[in-house]
């Protein structure tokens, strides 16, 4: 690790990736993405104090949050935020937020300065599950759309089948990304490929 606190874990398990990974419960991963002028963080995992101050350790740069779903353990902390950025088919999922909530899909371009993250469609897990496609490093942030050692679609009414459509879709875009990094990262500690 490159730090520690009672709530997260730091690592880099790539030098232009941060994860934090939460202690309580069941551990969730939370991403940052840096560029040159703002850093993309995804996800905020189970509720953690200060949370904002906790991202200021690992950058200075201006923070725009970004849901990868709707799941209560992965947006913990948004009410930190004035403005977040989800599909807003997982809206109904944190009916309690206040603040602005900007509606992003498949295509939607982040740039953060020298490094763009695209939004690519992953429904199923939950019906606006959204993956965050890094252009440069050739990854994929896919929240809880692909898990690790199994795919959480029991959870949603989404028909099974929706997940054939997610995983063609990724297959058809894999001159575009080498890596995929999930919602719990722990579940095997490295990457999917």
């Known amino acids: 690790p490159v730090f520690e606190n009672e709530d997260v874990i730091g690592y880099k398990p790539r030098d232009d990736l941060w994860l934090l990974q939460t202690q309580q419960g069941v551990p969730v991963s939370i991403y940052i993405l840096e560029g040159t002028e703002k850093a993309l963080v995804l996800d905020t995992g189970h509720m953690i104090k200060n949370f904002k101050d906790l991202i200021k350790k690992v950058t200075q740069k201006p923070i725009i949050l970004a849901l990868t779903h709707g799941h209560h353990d992965h947006v913990g902390s948004i009410d930190e935020f004035d403005t977040i950025y989800m599909d807003k088919a997982d809206q109904y999922l944190i009916p309690n937020y206040k603040g602005k909530i900007e509606n992003i899909r498949h295509g939607y371009t982040f740039d953060l300065g020298d490094r763009e993250v695209e939004v690519i469609e992953m429904h199923g897990h939950t019906e606006g599950s959204i993956g965050f496609l890094d252009k440069k490093g050739k990854f994929i942030v896919v929240g809880d759309a692909i898990g690790h050692k199994l795919v959480w679609m029991h959870v949603s009414k989404i028909p099974l089948e929706a997940l ?26 490295r990457p999917l490929d």
């Open 164 to 189: 054939v459509g997610t995983l063609k879709g990724l297959v058809s875009i894999k001159d575009k990304w080498n890596e995929l990094y999930s919602g719990h990262y722990n579940e095997s500690n």
